[in-house]
């Protein structure tokens, strides 16, 4: 889950379903390398990062939810406060993208109606082992109005695309006021140094606001 702090705004983001390389996208966000060997994920693991949008100290607070459906009560927890969720599968295993519809109408069932959602299509450097093609991908993401990108933890390839430009239309949510920095339950946390009158602020929230997921 994406936790943005601006100055201390932060987003909340978490990932779905198993086995797919959630846990090495988010490693070589937030270390810059990859782990080829990655025990499943147990439970919830945590990582962070501060980026800049728009000139703006932005800290990325990430949730990597395990995929498995013995841990999906837990996993729904952390949907609600979450302000983005990256939606990955594997384009080497068709069964990981044939379970998306489940894994995202429980996401949306749990979580706030603005949740910036991004589907991702990991493991592209393997594209001789490809079962599903970039053209199901993007039109599995048109269809339920989501943001759509293919990426390899392994090499890199837009895994810095794929987390900043969800935390990008995160943040563009928070200056249009679609999100309620108010509301903690949007994954939104302002930093104490922000005024609830603060001019980069959104001017319709006028009170000061906290989120964590």
Known sequence: MFEIEQQNQSIHDCFFVSGVGKSCLLLQFTDKRFQPVHDLTIGVEFGARMITIDGKQIKLQIW????????????????????????????????????????LEDARQHSNSNMVIMLIG???????????????????????????????????????????????????????????????????????QHSPTNPSLPSNNPQPGGGCC
């Open 64 to 103: 990597d939810t395990a995929g498995q459906e013995a841990f999906r009560s837990i996993t729904r927890s952390y949907y609600r406060g979450a302000a983005g969720a990256l939606l990955v599968y594997d384009i080497t295993r068709r069964e990981t993208f044939n379970h998306l519809t489940t894994w």
């Open 122 to 192: 990991n493991k592209s450097d393997l594209e001789t082992r490809r079962e599903v093609k970039k053209e199901e991908g993007e039109a599995f993401a048109h269809e339920h109005g989501l943001i759509f990108m293919e990426t390899s933890a392994k090499t890199a390839a837009n895994v810095e695309e794929a987390f900043i430009n969800t935390a990008k239309e995160i943040y563009e949510k928070i200056q249009e006021g679609v999100f309620d920095i108010n509301n903690e339950a949007n994954g939104i946390k302002i930093g104490p």
